[in-house]
Structures are given as C-alpha cells and as structure tokens.
C-alpha cells in the first residue's frame, strides 16, 4: 500500500511503537475508584501524578549526587536545574485538590481507609535525599520486600547534601570530620563550621562553580519548603484540623514540617554575607 508522504504511518503489526514506549494502556488503567463520587478521579489521579514526578526527581537528585561524588560540579549542577522544573510540575498538582471544601473531600474520603500520602515510599526517598533521614520511616514498608530493601540502601547512602559538603571539604574548605564521617542513616543537624564556610563561599566570586551550586541546591531547597506549605493549605482547607488519613496528625503534622529548610546553613549563611 503506497501512503502519502504527509500521511502518518497508522497500520502495525502490534501496538503501536509509542504505546510500547510510554505504557499510556498500564498507565491510563491503573485507577480503580472505590466510590462513586466524581471528585475522586481527580484526586486519584492527581496523587498518582505526584508519585511519578517524585520518581523523575529521584532520579536527578541520585544523579547530581553522584556527579558530586566524583567532583563533577556541571553535570550535578545541570540535574539540579532540571529538578527545580520538575518540581514547579509537582507543586502545580495541588491546583487540582487546593480548592477543596471539606464536603467535596468527605464525599470520598473513606475510600482511602488508612491510606495516606505519608506512606509513599517514593516520597520517603525524596526526603531521605535531602538528609531528613529516619529508620522508623522503613516500617509501613516491611511487607514490600524491593521496596523496603530500595529504603534500606537509600537510608544508608550518603544524601545529595552530605555529597556536597564532602566536596567542598576536598576543595580545601573548613568543614569538619564530625560533618563528613558522619552517620548518613540519620538526619543532618545544621553545623556552624559549614555556616562559616557556605558564608564564604557566598562572600567571593557569585560566578564561581560552587556558589553556583550552592544556588541551585537553594533553589531545590525553596521549592521544597513550597511543596510542604501548599500541602498545608490544600489540607487545612478540604479538611481543617482534623486527624489526617493514616493516623497522621493531619495539619499539625503538616505546620511542624513547613518551618523547616533543606540545607539549613545556605539559608542561614545569608545573614553573615
């Protein structure tokens, strides 16, 4: 059969070699609502939405951190860079949720049962990427053997802000041992040596390599503290103060998590420039 050359090419033998590459058929029949109300299509698929971009964001974060662990500062750099669009894609998610009232949230709420987004291990690799390390967060996933054991090897790994400070020590700056020998499965307490030496980082040369590092890891950290802040607002406002889903303490959980930073001293270390 002759085609014309503007025509697409539309007979295969099988599916087609977009649907082989993309799983749209898996990808678009995965939802399974457990009730009838509407509302909650788009909340399930909004949800699972977020779980994907958490996995491409995984990926550019254990990508940077290896660039940095073998002082590969542009290719780290260039992953970080894609991170904070990918993460302006994930913040925009909760558009579809912020705007709910508390009877469009309750009309299919039960369907979740003790399910909540605290329990995503995706998630957890995310945060435990950005050092906010914790044993305990391996439990909800004991029954998931690959999972369980991906969590495992995460908590154990150094995190996308340990590799950084290791590297800044190998460029001669003062960041101590207690730093960079620390123990990696727990969660990063703020240091005032590595305040002292983001401050002079930020103090010399704004082009050169590690202070523009240091702002791409800022600009990763800010729409981090955004992403927990319209999670706190969408909540609060389908759902006021109520306990949360999967006996989380809802929105005070929420507000302790909000006024925390990622990479404490980039932030800190602003006052001293």
């Keep these: 059969m002759s085609h014309d050359a503007e025509t697409p090419h539309l007979d295969f033998a099988g599916t ?3 649907e082989d590459y993309v799983q749209a058929d898996v990808l678009t029949h995965l939802q399974h609502p457990l009730s009838d109300d509407p509302g909650e299509m788009v909340f399930l698929v909004t ?6 971009w958490f996995t491409v964001i995984v990926h550019e974060w254990e ?3 290896r660039a940095l662990a073998s002082d590969d500062i542009p290719t780290a750099v260039a992953a970080l860079k894609r991170s ?3 993460l302006e894609a994930l913040n925009a998610s909760w558009k579809p949720l912020g705007q709910l009232t508390p009877a469009q949230f309750n009309s299919y709420r039960s369907a979740l049962g003790e399910g909540s987004g605290f329990q995503s291990a995706m998630y957890r690799r995310m945060e435990f990427l950005l050092a906010e390390k914790s044993a305990s967060m391996l439990v909800p996933h004991r029954g998931a053997p690959r999972v369980h054991a991906e969590l495992e090897k995460a908590l154990h790994e150094p995190s996308l802000y340990d590799e950084t400070l290791r590297l800044l020590a190998r460029r001669g700056h003062a960041v101590p041992e207690s730093v960079t020998e620390r123990d990696v499965s727990q969660r990063y307490e703020p240091s005032p040596e590595v305040e002292a030496v983001w401050a002079e980082i930020y103090s010399g040369d704004e082009s050169d390599e590690l202070a523009r590092l240091g702002e791409a890891l800022t600009d990763v950290g800010e729409l981090v503290w955004r992403w927990r802040n319209d999670h706190l607002v969408a909540t609060r406002r389908a759902m006021g103060s109520k306990a949360g889903t999967g006996g989380s303490a809802g929105v005070a959980w929420l507000e302790k998590r909000a006024v925390k930073n990622v990479f404490p001293e980039l932030w800190t ?5």
């Design 16 to 18: 087609t070699p977009y």
């Design 47 to 52: 949800t699972q939405v977020m779980e994907l």
């Design 63 to 65: 990508t940077a951190a």
């Design 84 to 86: 904070v669009r990918e």
């Design 269 to 273: 270390a602003r006052s001293h420039v």
